[in-house]
């Protein structure tokens, strides 16, 4: 299996613009994660989806974030409009509940609002 | 709302030296706590794994210990090599959510 992915990599965008960053999880798995790293707040959890569906969104910021997973392989995070406190590194994990619950983590999205 | 401390945040010890790293939670009542390691620039890796019901997990070079009780776990690297430079992170599970510590990086001097 080739694990977590996510793209893009790298997004340098500027301020106001509509940031779209995309996940495919690992085959099977039936539980999603977004995170978001930053130096000051480490690791946040910003989104949890079970079987497709959000269970827990507590952890996004605000309002110009959403995320949808429209079917088991695939899954986006929208920042419209994006500001420069944004800029932080986005990853995606995945799980299968019901396992050990290891969590799988992609090689994550640098972005960097101007 | 649970809390995960890390200590020390950073260690440099020469290669051969056996490093424990330390982790501490809040609420006692966790699904399980992973240990994982991050590069620079790249994703988390999933270390070790311990149940709620384990004590401690192996797996090569590396030993993890769980004391659920006193909210306690601790990571022990054997022999450190170069290759083992690198931000080691514990987190524990509540229900479904992952609550991490900032990490300790990890620095073995050849």
């Known amino acids: 299996d080739a694990g977590v992915i996510q793209s893009p990599r790298h997004e340098v965008t500027e301020m106001g613009q509509e940031v779209t960053l995309r996940c495919k999880p690992i085959?099977?798995?039936?539980?999603l994660f977004w995170y978001r790293q930053t130096m000051m707040r480490g690791l946040e959890l910003l989104i949890y989806?079970?079987?497709?569906?959000?269970?827990?969104d507590s952890g996004m910021p605000e309002d110009r974030f959403s995320a949808k997973m429209p079917n088991a392989s695939f899954s986006t995070l929208k920042i419209q409009p994006s500001e420069p406190r944004d800029s932080a590194v986005y990853f995606c994990?995945?799980?299968?509940?019901?396992?050990?619950?290891?969590?799988?983590f992609g090689e994550g999205s640098r972005l960097t609002v101007l | 709302k649970q809390e995960v401390t890390q200590i020390p945040a950073a260690l440099s010890v020469p290669e051969g030296e056996n490093l424990v790293l330390n982790c501490s939670f809040t609420?006692?009542?966790?699904?399980?706590l992973q240990w994982f390691r991050q590069d620079p620039g790249k994703g988390l890796t999933s270390l070790l794994l311990?149940?709620?019901?384990?004590r401690e997990q192996t797996s090569g070079r590396l030993n993890a210990s769980l004391d659920k009780s006193s909210g306690r776990s601790t990571l022990y690297i054997a022999a450190s090599q170069p290759g083992d430079s690198a931000t080691y992170l514990c987190?524990?599970?509540?229900?479904?959510?992952?609550?991490f510590g900032a990490g300790t990086t990890v620095t073995v001097r050849a």
């Open positions: 989806f079970n079987n497709n569906v959000p269970i827990d």
């Open positions: 994990a995945s799980s299968l509940l019901g396992g050990t619950g290891e969590l799988f």
């Open positions: 987190a524990v599970e509540n229900d479904y959510k992952l609550s």
């Open positions: 609420d006692s009542a966790i699904y399980n």
């Open positions: 085959s099977g798995h039936n539980s």
């Open positions: 311990i149940q709620s019901s384990q």
